[in-house]
């Protein structure tokens, strides 16, 4: 895992949030970093089911098909460091 996380990214692919709204971005970033839906409604003061539908959004949006594929992305995005 440490040799994954230590590869380098080209610039873009840091920056580009393949079109992710802000708060898509923001939801991806909690679920990344392990929190659950409930956590994330909390912080965001949204419903558990809205945070549901944003996970699915973006999922939907980044072809992903499961959290472990999501924080996969976030750590190759560099959106958050393991």
């Given at each position: ?16 949030l ?65």
């Open positions: 895992m440490k040799d994954y996380l230590s590869q380098e990214r080209p610039a873009d692919e840091k920056s580009n393949d079109g992710l709204t802000e708060r898509e971005h923001e939801i991806l970033t909690y679920l990344a970093e392990g929190q659950s839906n409930e956590e994330i409604s909390k912080s965001l003061v949204i419903s558990p089911k809205t945070v549901e539908r944003h996970r699915d959004n973006i999922m939907h949006k980044l072809n992903l098909h499961s959290r472990s594929e999501l924080v996969r992305y976030a750590i190759r995005k560099g959106i958050i460091k393991a």
